[in-house]
């Protein structure tokens, strides 16, 4: 249980890394597609892409919105093993266990909670990541990224 919850975790870090990195380089171009927009709206106000425009905010509430909700879905189970964790270590520090009975919930739990985390950091960068790379697809964005 142990070393496939430690490879799972391994795998989740992994994946939330590539997609972060995927948000990261898909936001870069949508940033410089989209200050092109703004500049235009600002020369020539009456000309702007107005749907554009408004989809620079909108898009984001719901994005981070989805993503809060993400992370609140599995806040009480993540709370229940802190819980756990922490009664495991007072009953060590008291005297009414000993470390060597509890060191292996502890780990494990240990473990699991490291895991939970990651999976929920990757629930929530989920909607974010879905709305930026969508963004680069749709406006073809970052094809030439300036350096």
């Not at 990261?24 to 892409?49: C, E, F, T, W, Y």
């Not at 919105?65 to 806040?75: I, K, L, M, N, Y």
């Amino acid at each position: 249980m142990f070393w496939t919850d430690a490879w799972k975790l391994g795998s989740s870090l992994w994946a939330n890394g590539l997609a972060l990195q995927e948000t990261a380089l898909a936001s870069a171009g949508v940033i410089q597609h989209r200050s092109g927009v703004i500049d235009a709206a600002m020369r020539n106000p009456l000309d702007a892409d107005a749907t554009e425009l408004s989809r620079m905010v909108t898009e984001k509430v719901v994005a981070f919105t989805q993503a809060g909700q993400a992370v609140a879905t599995g806040w009480f189970a993540l709370q229940a093993d802190l819980l756990a964790q922490g009664q495991d270590m007072m009953r060590v520090a008291a005297g009414g266990t000993t470390a060597r009975a509890a060191a292996g919930r502890i780990g494990k739990r240990a473990t699991r909670i490291a895991l939970k985390t990651s999976k929920a950091g990757g629930r929530a960068l989920k909607p974010v990541h879905a709305t930026a790379t969508a963004n680069k697809r749709r406006l073809g964005a970052g094809k030439t990224v300036r350096r």
